[in-house]
Structure formats: structure tokens, C-alpha cells
Nanobody
Framework: QVLLIDSGGGLVQAGASLRLSCVASGGTVSSYAMGWFRQAPGKERQFVARVSPGSGTTLYADSVKGRFTISRDNAKNLAYLQMNSLKPEDTVVYYC??????????????????WGQGTQVTVSS
């Protein structure tokens, strides 16, 4: 059973940066897809970014493209989400996730099997 712990959220001003981290334990996730999602209260979990297994290709939601960067350190079972030029509308809870399945887009929450507990990001204007 893979356990993910995400961290790095906080309160920042608009235009600032944050780096979220996600560490996996209980299994090696180097061959898994890693993704970041975010969710506002009462709304569905929204795709933010993912890095695929194998080739390590990345995909971003249009709303974060050019501002956020997803990366991974397979040796340490870590994934990161570097968030630059933060906006007040980025204020939500962020979740990391991992999927051992292959051949998916990894842009949908139902394609992931393991989730972190979430970390709150608050951006003040």
C-alpha cells in the first residue's frame, strides 16, 4: 500500500512562489505516474499537472501552464510542484496522487489510486 504525504502549502501574497512536495512510502513509485490536483470546497477535484511514467512527459492544465512546473526525483520517491506567479484564484487545497496503471492520460482523478492528504495554498491579493 503506497502512502503519499504532501506538504509545502502556506499563505503567500499574489505573485509569490511556493513549492509543494509529495513523498511516497510503502512502495517504489518511480514507474508510476505522479499528478497534482486541487479542490475547492464543494467542487470536484481539478487536474493541475502530471508527469507520466517511463518517458516522464508532463501535462498541465491551461490555468497553470507557464507558471507551474511538475518534477520528480525517482531516487527519493519524491514529486514536486513548483508554483510561480501565484494568483488568488490558486487558493485551494492541493493533492498529490500516483497511479500504477499504464496507457492513461493521467489527467483525471479517477485514473489515480493513491492520494496525499492535501495541503492548503492561500494566495492573498
Amino acid at each position: 500500500q503506497v502512502l503519499l504525504i504532501d506538504s509545502g502549502g502556506g499563505l503567500v501574497q499574489a505573485g509569490a512562489s511556493l513549492r509543494l512536495s509529495c513523498v511516497a512510502s510503502g512502495g517504489t513509485v518511480s514507474s508510476y505516474a505522479m499528478g497534482w490536483f486541487r479542490q475547492a470546497p464543494g467542487k470536484e477535484r481539478q487536474f493541475v499537472a502530471r508527469v507520466s511514467p517511463g518517458s516522464g512527459t508532463t501535462l498541465y492544465a491551461d490555468s497553470v501552464k507557464g507558471r507551474f512546473t511538475i518534477s520528480r526525483d525517482n531516487a527519493k520517491n519524491l514529486a514536486y510542484l513548483q508554483m510561480n506567479s501565484l494568483k488568488p484564484e490558486d487558493t485551494v487545497v492541493y493533492y498529490c496522487a500516483t497511479s500504477p496503471r499504464y496507457g492513461l492520460t493521467y489527467a483525471n482523478a479517477n485514473e489515480y489510486d493513491y492520494w496525499g492528504q492535501g495541503t492548503q495554498v492561500t494566495v492573498s491579493s
